[in-house]
């Protein structure tokens, strides 16, 4: 019987990666806005993710 080898890592979850680089002057801001969220205080990707969200919500104009 031939057992197949994992390769490790991450499972898929149906998401697409982004990489993004943040300078420091709003990687500050960031970090402030996850402090002032309630526990469990959402991971840097997840405070994206939902900033991202917020900001995708609103109606332009």
Known sequence: MLETKSKGGR?????????VRLPPDLL????????????????????IRRLVDQALAQKPG
């Open 11 to 19: 499972p898929p979850v149906g998401a697409v990666p982004v990489t």
């Open 28 to 47: 500050h801001p960031l970090d402030a806005w996850i402090a002032q969220q309630p526990d469990p205080k959402p991971s840097r990707p997840e405070a």
